[in-house]
């Protein structure tokens, strides 16, 4: 085996660690862009927020699609972008699993924006609540969600007896914020099954949270996360991976 210089292998942590503070700052620059709904209390959108979904805000016949179909967009972009530079360092299938799940989670919510609902159900009572291709993608949104989050807390969960602790703010919040997600995306299912009302709020609070997810993702990171813990990044000689 080659033997690797004290310097070249500082390098490469040095390398490691720009690539994952980029990664941090699109991650944290999404979870504000995926609440971008906020938006509609200041304009004039049309749509009650308590009993539309968000995605209503760039249906193919709203003033404001391009706006909010934009945001959308990018906010997609930003996620895949993130994913693929973190998933380069990660360590660990788990970790690497997560990553994968979360640049398909972005590639799914671009999806979204490319197929959009063909209007606004909530204020047309003739439009149906289901538009086949656009349910397809958010489910498949949801999917990769969940699975980026059980991965994650897999990952987190997998330090041994006497290992210092892996993801230790996704170990600590992973599982809560994984419950309030899904109790919050299942309250919002009404209107596909012919219930309409009140699904608004669960939504809007669904994506919250997946902001909170990913700024938690942005934390770990860029070593926050190991003010609850031993720091990973300096313990030993050199800087050692926290596998996230």
Aim: charged share 15%.
């Amino acid at each position: 085996m080659p033997h690797i210089s004290s310097s070249a292998r500082a390098s490469l942590g040095q390398r490691d660690m720009s690539r994952e503070g980029w990664a941090a700052l699109l991650l944290a620059t999404a979870a504000v862009l995926y609440n971008s709904w906020v938006l509609e209390f200041v304009l004039p959108t049309g749509l009650d927020p308590r009993h539309s979904y968000v995605s209503e805000l760039y249906a193919a016949d709203q003033p404001f699609r391009v706006l909010f179909g934009g945001i959308e967009a990018a906010c997609a972009v930003i996620v895949m972008a993130g994913a693929l530079l973190a998933g380069r360092s990660a360590g660990g299938r788990w970790a690497r699993a997560g990553w994968a799940s979360v640049l398909a989670l972005g590639m799914s919510s671009l999806g979204d924006v490319i197929l959009p609902m063909r209007c606004a159900p909530s204020v047309e009572w003739s439009c149906d609540a289901v538009h086949p291709w656009h349910t397809a993608t958010s489910a498949l949104a949801h999917f990769f969600l969940f699975a980026s989050m059980v991965f994650f807390c897999v990952a987190g969960a997998g330090a041994g007896a006497g290992e210092r602790p892996r993801l230790p703010m996704v170990r600590r919040w992973g599982v809560r914020v994984l419950a309030a997600a899904l109790t919050t995306a299942v309250s919002t299912v009404g209107p596909l099954f012919g219930h309409p009302g009140w699904h608004g709020i669960p939504q809007r609070a669904h994506l919250l949270l997946v902001g909170v997810w990913f700024a938690l993702l942005a934390a770990e990171l860029t070593g926050l996360g190991a003010t609850v813990g031993p720091s990973f990044r300096t313990a030993g000689r050199y800087p050692e991976r926290p596998g996230v």
